[in-house]
């Protein structure tokens, strides 16, 4: 082989043709040919893919450019997995607290004192605080504390009528203050009075009762049976079994009568010795 450059080299031995000289510049890059280095989706380094229409997944190692099944891009999350350390968000609304004291004590219902007005104001008859404590569904104290102070806000406030106890219950009545007035209201004969003989007879039941009609008749000295019949159809007096010995009926008052006297119970009747003659021995024993 010649050293000079401008001479043709000379041929190989053997007739074999001389191999090109061929020079290896490596793999061509992005950067050698002035473009933007790719990113991890076929894009711009540092750009993201916008997304498919009608929800197509992104190009990704698929054959067909689609991301395997159940398969995310590098760093996206699924969307109902929450952040690490993060907390839903609690609730401002304030939780709803049942009402105390029973069924009256909501916006729909009345309270404790209306009800008992209302009912206080239909009734004939004084009505029991353990009745008014069922119906109400309260416990009794509560009711009984209530009555209490409807009776003396009514009379604090000078009302033409109180609530009382009376015969074991409550009612209301007309002040004594109004009586007055509430009898010229009333018109002359509407109220049916007892006679003189028909009170003489309901004394004699109140203080000895149970009694029996003879005997009443013997302590008025008069019969007393038509009187007694009158006081049975009043409703003042009522029947209480028969004596034992000589099985007679025997009579007592009923709580009408406590109503209409404005009594609790038969131990505030006045006493009778006052009323009684100081020779009441003596008159038993001449009869």
Request: charged share 25%; glycine share 12%; net charge negative.
């Given at each position: 082989?010649?050293?000079?450059?401008?001479?043709?080299?000379?041929?190989?031995?053997?007739?074999?043709?001389?191999?090109?000289?061929?020079?290896?510049?490596?793999?061509?890059?992005?950067?050698?040919?002035?473009?933007?280095?790719?990113?991890?989706?076929?894009?711009?380094?540092?750009?993201?893919?916008?997304?498919?229409?009608?929800?197509?997944?992104?190009?990704?190692?698929?054959?067909?450019?689609?991301?395997?099944?159940?398969?995310?891009?590098?760093?996206?999350?699924?969307?109902?997995?929450?952040?690490?350390?993060?907390?839903?968000?609690?609730?401002?609304?304030?939780?709803?607290?049942?009402?105390?004291?029973?069924?009256?004590?909501?916006?729909?219902?009345?309270?404790?004192?209306?009800?008992?007005?209302a009912i206080l104001l239909v009734v004939d008859e004084p009505v029991a605080e353990v009745t008014l404590a069922q119906v109400l569904e309260r416990p009794r104290g509560e009711v009984v504390r209530a009555l209490r102070e409807l009776a003396a806000e009514y009379t604090e406030a000078g009302r033409g009528f109180d609530l009382r106890e009376v015969a074991g219950g409550w009612r209301y009545y007309t002040r004594?203050?109004?009586?007055?007035?509430?009898?010229?209201?009333?018109?002359?004969?509407?109220?049916?009075?007892?006679?003189?003989?028909?009170?003489?007879?309901?004394?004699?039941?109140?203080?000895?009762q149970p009694v029996s009609r003879a005997r009443?008749?013997?302590?008025?000295?008069?019969?007393?049976?038509?009187?007694?019949?009158?006081l049975l159809t009043r409703g003042l007096v009522e029947e209480a079994g028969q004596d034992p010995e000589g099985q007679a009926t025997l009579y007592r008052t009923t709580t009408y009568f406590l109503e209409r006297l404005g009594l609790r119970d038969l131990s505030e009747l006045p006493e009778l010795a006052p009323f009684l003659p100081d020779d009441l021995e003596g008159m038993e024993d001449q009869r």
């Amino acid at each position: 082989m010649s050293d000079n450059p401008d001479q043709p080299s000379s041929p190989p031995a053997y007739g074999v043709p001389p191999e090109p000289s061929v020079t290896y510049a490596g793999p061509e890059s992005a950067a050698t040919r002035g473009e933007p280095a790719a990113g991890p989706y076929g894009g711009a380094e540092g750009s993201v893919p916008a997304p498919r229409p009608g929800g197509a997944p992104l190009d990704g190692p698929g054959s067909d450019g689609a991301l395997p099944d159940g398969a995310l891009p590098d760093g996206a999350l699924p969307e109902t997995a929450p952040l690490d350390g993060a907390r839903p968000p609690e609730s401002t609304e304030p939780e709803s607290a049942e009402p105390e004291g029973g069924p009256l004590d909501g916006a729909d219902g009345p309270g404790l004192k209306t009800a008992l007005e209302a009912i206080l104001l239909v009734v004939d008859e004084p009505v029991a605080e353990v009745t008014l404590a069922q119906v109400l569904e309260r416990p009794r104290g509560e009711v009984v504390r209530a009555l209490r102070e409807l009776a003396a806000e009514y009379t604090e406030a000078g009302r033409g009528f109180d609530l009382r106890e009376v015969a074991g219950g409550w009612r209301y009545y007309t002040r004594d203050d109004c009586a007055a007035v509430v009898e010229r209201f009333v018109r002359d004969g509407q109220q049916a009075r007892l006679t003189q003989a028909a009170l003489e007879t309901l004394a004699v039941v109140a203080y000895r009762q149970p009694v029996s009609r003879a005997r009443i008749s013997a302590i008025r000295g008069v019969n007393s049976d038509g009187v007694m019949r009158t006081l049975l159809t009043r409703g003042l007096v009522e029947e209480a079994g028969q004596d034992p010995e000589g099985q007679a009926t025997l009579y007592r008052t009923t709580t009408y009568f406590l109503e209409r006297l404005g009594l609790r119970d038969l131990s505030e009747l006045p006493e009778l010795a006052p009323f009684l003659p100081d020779d009441l021995e003596g008159m038993e024993d001449q009869r």
